[in-house]
């Protein structure tokens, strides 16, 4: 490898990190994927070989998924989809491209930081690969990892302790991250881009960020204890009545999980939100609706998201007083919820709406977002939860919001920055096509697990049809399935079309979509030290269809660091950086 | 859903019912919306330039929030409450029926064991009833389980009669129900607990009072002749009154 290439990996430019994050991301993505193809396969075909990879991967077992293979199978596709693919897309990818972009900066704040948080994020990569072929089998006590199952007792295999270890470094990995992103945001904006004058996806960005720094290091400490029960003989959470004898709590990880699991999906949705919230406005062609209301609204879901937690535990044997608190606590989370929704409708209300491939995506991702929101409503009160707790309706419920949202959040992003990050255009034509596809498939497969799990199923079944109750699910469980392979086979039209606009699409300009935040003034891609003057920005994210703009400019928007004439451009340095607007 | 067989279940049925009728209302809301906002105000028409932010428009904001979340959030939690206080957490009333039967459930990879007190009305004695996969509950009377677990976290989930709780390992949990019909009933495990947890079933079976009453008779005369002193492991079971303040 020459020098020159070399200094190209192991770049500091925050921009080539982030391709780094998101390239990664895009390929365990994909891993992913296969891996819920099988699971989705063995619940329409349960038995039967697999066709295509079957042969390549599971030659012990004639081509078929064993019992023993499948745990390891949906284990290995939760964690990889939550901690390998959305984090890496949406937070390291996204949130290091653009938050200095966005906020006028020439780079993060600690750029060595977050190159070694990518590569901190690489060891735990291999880790995760490396796990498939443990001794005694891959990891498979679940993504949740409860205690005694993920310890020496329920899974003894090498492959659960080196996914432990990975999910604790890829766990640093990503507080480094979240730590540079705060202080950027905190000290690096430019001069006048207070935090009100943020745009929402820097907003989005900024709270999963402090939300990682803050309970991320709980996940650490739950996979740290748990390895050492695996590694070292400890026994925190290992308790028992005659088989084992351990004096610790397993209930006590659920905790320290749930303390962490509910922010996650905070953490795995507010970036989505946040350019969904940008996205709507840009190409609604007007200000976003109530953007303090949407800012505040993201604030108080962030606050309100470790108070919740308890809502997974209802039938772990919790106080019933307890269990109250936490129906009531997770009930009034709807309520900020609401306030941003109605702003993204209202948004759209009166608006010139541009159905470009972003708009698309961003519609596609408050729709399936609206759809699992409202399933989640039953999820969080005690009584009606008993029902459905660990049935496929939770399952078909975080895919819908978290999995569903943040998967065509990330696709509005890409194909949103896509021209700032590579300066080509991607294909229109095929896009659509592909938004078309998925957007009715992934609704409808999940819709399908809604229903299942509605009907009773329980997740994490390798043959559901072993109970009577279940048989009569096997029709829609099949035709779910089917809509799960197509959908799977749709995503080809968006690999093509990424790969071809790299290299054949049109050329971008630096300012392709006609919107007013810093990014899009610099070239595309931008220079390595982002803005060759640090902008003063003077105005908000979606000054857009401002009447004063037209006449004076006669375009419908207008830079952030954009004067108007007869603006003043530049005011003093120390008058124009309030904290508030 | 499966067939409703207990005397309680319409509470959650219910509930989850009149939920449903306020999100595919929503959900009509939302979609019809979207709809409307794309055909109406495609890219030919001319936005109008609104912050959102007038007076009107945030109380329009706040004012729907909160009566959804007071209506929707509002039913939900105040059934919620309800029925935890007067039936599914009420232990005290169930165990205080005549006629109540108490279970200890021992949850294994990957099997159920019932252990029932017998005539003597003590556990861990010589004449208890232990069964395996099988456990056999009177009609129209509260059976209240209690719930161990002695290797991994196992999910006590019985669909017909709405019931669900888990057994972890170290503590004891417990739940109850009461069935309204007689009949054999599917009892599935809840929580991942390995290679096998899809085949951790187990059958309920409800009888009629009398024919319970004769079971259960037989059912202690037999154990007695299977009971085994020095078989400690057999002697998993527990003493009730030690557990009766539960959470």
């Known amino acids: 490898m020459k020098p020159s290439s070399l200094r190209h990996l192991f770049s500091l430019d925050h921009k080539l990190i982030a391709k780094q994050f998101l390239f990664s991301g895009l390929l365990f993505l994909f891993v992913g994927g296969i891996l819920a193809m099988m699971i989705r396969w063995q619940w329409a075909f349960p038995g039967s070989p697999v066709p295509l990879l079957g042969p390549l991967l599971l030659r012990g077992s004639g081509g078929a998924i064993s019992p023993a293979t499948y745990t390891t199978i949906f284990t290995m596709h939760g964690l990889i989809m939550i901690f390998f693919a959305i984090t890496p897309i949406l937070i390291g990818g996204f949130g290091t491209y653009c938050i200095p972009l966005l906020i006028g900066a020439r780079s993060l704040a600690f750029p060595f930081l977050s190159a070694a948080s990518f590569w901190t994020f690489a060891l735990s990569l291999v880790l995760v690969v490396l796990s498939f072929f443990g001794e005694l089998g891959g990891a498979s006590a679940g993504w949740t990892s409860y205690p005694p199952l993920s310890t020496r007792i329920g899974t003894p295999g090498g492959g659960q302790t080196l996914m432990t270890a990975a999910i604790f470094i890829t766990g640093l990995s990503t507080v ?346 610099v070239a595309s891609p931008p220079p390595i030290h982002n803005f060759d003057v640090v902008p003063t920005v003077l105005r908000g994210p979606h000054e857009l269809a401002d009447p004063q703009v037209l006449t004076a400019l006669g375009r419908d928007w207008i830079g952030q660091a954009e004067a108007l004439p007869g603006e003043a451009s530049a005011s003093e340095p120390g008058a124009a950086n309030p904290v508030l607007a | 859903m499966p067939h409703d067989a207990s005397v309680d279940g319409w509470r959650i049925d219910q509930l989850l019912h009149s939920t449903s009728a306020f999100v595919l209302v929503l959900f009509l809301v939302m979609l019809g919306w979207m709809l409307l906002s794309v055909l109406r105000h495609h890219e030919r028409q001319k936005a109008h330039f609104d912050r959102g932010d007038s007076p009107r428009g945030i109380a329009a904001v706040l004012g729907v929030s909160a009566a959804l979340f007071l209506t929707m959030d509002g039913h939900l939690f105040v059934g919620s409450v309800r029925a935890w206080r007067d039936v599914f957490g009420n232990f005290a009333a169930a165990e205080k029926r005549p006629g109540a039967v108490r279970i200890e459930v021992n949850a294994h990879q990957w099997a159920w064991t019932a252990r029932y007190a017998g005539p003597d009305g003590r556990f861990n004695t010589s004449d208890d009833i232990v069964t395996l996969g099988e456990i056999v509950v009177p009609q129209g009377a509260p059976v209240i389980f209690q719930l161990v677990s002695t290797d991994v976290i196992h999910g006590f989930n019985v669909p017909n009669l709405r019931v669900k709780m888990d057994a972890v390992p170290g503590m004891v949990t417990q739940v109850w129900l009461e069935a309204k019909e007689t009949g054999e009933f599917e009892i599935a495990c809840a929580q991942h607990c390995g290679i096998n947890h899809y085949k951790m079933k187990g059958k309920l079976i409800v009888l009629p009072r009398d024919d319970w009453e004769q079971w259960a008779a037989a059912a202690s005369a037999n154990s007695a002749s299977a009971y085994d002193e020095s078989d400690s492991e057999g002697h998993w079971g527990w003493d009730w009154a030690a557990h009766a303040k539960l959470r």
């Open chain 1, 176 to 521: 480094m991250g979240g730590i540079n992103q705060v202080t950027t945001v905190i000290r690096c904006r430019a001069p006048g881009m207070t935090y009100l004058r943020m745009p929402l996806t820097v907003w989005g960005l900024w709270l999963t960020a402090i939300l990682n720094v803050l309970f991320v290091p709980v996940l650490c400490a739950a996979a740290f204890l748990l390895l050492l029960d695996r590694v070292s003989g400890t026994q925190f959470f290992v308790a028992g009545a005659s088989a084992v004898n351990g004096g610790g709590d397993p209930i006590l990880f659920q905790h320290l999980f749930w303390i962490f699991g509910h922010p996650e999906v905070y953490i795995l949705i507010l970036p989505a939100w946040g350019m969904v919230g940008d996205l709507l406005s840009f190409f609604s062609r007007k200000p976003a609706s109530w953007y303090r209301g949407t800012v505040y609204a993201m604030c108080a879901v962030t606050m309100l998201s470790a108070l919740v937690y308890g809502h997974h535990m209802f039938v772990s044997g919790m106080s019933p007083l307890l269990g109250q608190g936490f129906m009531l606590l997770t009930l009034i989370i709807s309520v900020p919820a609401e306030v941003m929704f109605l702003n993204w409708l209202r948004t759209l209300w009166r608006g010139s709406i541009h159905l470009r491939s972003p708009m698309l995506f961003a519609l596609g991702t408050i729709f399936v977002f609206g759809v699992g929101g409202l399933s989640g409503t039953y999820l969080g009160a005690t009584t009606t939860d008993v029902y459905l707790h660990d049935t496929l309706f939770v399952v078909g419920h975080f895919h819908l919001t978290m999995a569903a949202a943040s998967f065509l959040g990330s696709l509005a992003a890409i194909h949103f920055w896509f021209p700032k990050m590579f300066g080509r255009l991607m294909d229109e034509r095929l896009a659509r096509a592909h938004f078309a596809i998925t957007l009715v498939l992934i609704t409808l497969v999940f819709s399908g697990q809604l229903v299942a799990g509605f009907a009773g199923q329980g997740r994490r079944l390798f043959d559901p049809y072993q109970y009577d109750f279940l048989r009569h699910l096997r029709p829609l469980n099949r035709w779910t399935s089917i809509g799960a392979f197509l959908l799977f086979g749709g995503q080809l039209l968006f690999v093509y079309n990424f790969f071809h606009s790299l290299y054949a699409g049109e050329l971008a300009g630096p300012n392709p979509w006609r919107v007013g935040t810093l990014e899009w003034t």
